[in-house]
């Protein structure tokens, strides 16, 4: 290290001097060059060539300091002094810091968006993170499980919690596992959970991101197809035993009608032939609400007569017509054409309708 020689009043007075012109040159606009005014910092600095030391390399030094280095990639007209690096070093943190920030905000967006359940585990298989689909299917905050193992998440018995020990202990991801989920409140979920390894790239393990969607939803929509199917299945084999036991009660009960208006027919038996017409009544009863469980067969689309259907409704009517004493009058249109539908519809249609009149004026005539 050199020490510098002491300064002499005549020196101080030399330098206050060269002071004052150089701060009157730079106001004139006669600024000395950067290569005149900087001397870079040589151990032979202040050295005559004959070795012996130069009393002007003092007054030099102090007046025209040797400058920092600026930064790597600049290269500024004037060079920075040590305060103006360390302020150009603060902006660069603070830009630095708002950028980090802002990944932040948006991989936080991107997580919230997402409408599967997110759950991120560092290597030991605890939260780090969950986003708000995940809060939603299990029922805790991103707070409440923070920092906590995954089985705390999942209390036993919990498959997921064997996905994740698989995934870390096996190195690699496992997709479409189908398992039950235990929400904090009890209730019980299908889910369909995925476990990818987090690997930096070194291919050391830095987690495990468990991915899962709710089913609930698609099995309730399964299900709902499976019955559909089942009364799908039912209804045809109802719509044919209606059909095949209807005709026969039809022919039953008008057959028990015929029989009591004989005059021959023995009064005692009467009694009977009411009871085979209300027993073939409730079959009729029984097939329609087999038919309105089962769900409607398709309709067998064909040309039908209207008058036709019309007056064999009121001929397996008349009984229930008669008792009621309601008088009809048959009144059709020769010229009404045929209409396209389901005859066996179209007739339970007119029995309706004449049921519902006879009932409605019954004892009142009309």
Not at 61 to 72: N, R, T, V
């Amino acid at each position: 290290m050199i020490r510098r020689p002491p300064l002499t009043s005549e020196t101080q007075a030399e330098i206050i001097v060269g002071t004052r012109q150089e701060i009157k040159s730079g106001a004139s606009g006669t600024r000395r060059s950067q290569a005149e005014a900087i001397r870079p910092l040589d151990p032979n600095a202040g050295q005559r060539p004959s070795g012996r030391p130069d009393p002007e390399a003092g007054r030099r030094s102090l007046i025209h300091p040797a400058p920092l280095p600026s930064p790597p990639g600049r290269l500024p007209s004037e060079p920075l002094t040590l305060v103006q690096q360390i302020a150009a070093l603060e902006q660069e943190r603070a830009r630095i810091a708002a950028e980090l920030q802002g990944l932040r905000a948006y991989y936080d967006d991107l997580l919230s968006s997402l409408q599967d359940a997110v759950i991120i585990l560092d290597p030991e298989a605890r939260v780090i993170s969950v986003n708000l689909a995940a809060e939603e299917l299990t029922g805790c905050s991103r707070s409440q499980v923070a920092g906590r193992p995954v089985r705390d998440l999942f209390p036993a018995p919990a498959p997921l919690v064997s996905l994740v020990g698989k995934t870390l202990d096996l190195g690699r991801s496992h997709a479409d596992f189908d398992a039950v989920l235990v929400r904090a409140d009890g209730r019980r979920l299908a889910v369909s959970a995925s476990a990818s390894l987090v690997s930096d790239a070194e291919g050391r393990t830095r987690g495990v991101v468990l991915v899962l969607r709710d089913l609930s939803r698609v099995r309730e929509l399964e299900e709902q197809v499976r019955r559909s199917d089942r009364l799908a299945a039912l209804g045809v084999l109802a719509a044919g035993v209606a059909h095949e036991v209807r005709n026969p009660l039809v022919g039953v009960r008008a057959a028990a009608q015929l029989l009591e208006r004989e005059s021959a027919f023995p009064a005692g038996l009467r009694e009977f032939t009411g009871v085979i017409i209300r027993e073939v009544d409730r079959l009729n009863r029984l097939v329609d609400d087999l038919l309105t469980f089962a769900g409607r067969r398709p309709p067998a689309i064909a040309a039908c007569n209207l008058n036709q259907l019309a007056d064999e409704a009121l001929r397996l009517e008349e009984s229930r017509v008669q008792t009621a004493r309601v008088a009809v009058a048959r009144q059709y249109d020769p010229a009404l054409p045929l209409v396209a539908g389901d005859a066996d519809r179209l007739l339970q249609v007119f029995l309706n309708l004449v049921r519902n009149g006879a009932e409605a004026m019954q004892d009142r005539g009309g």
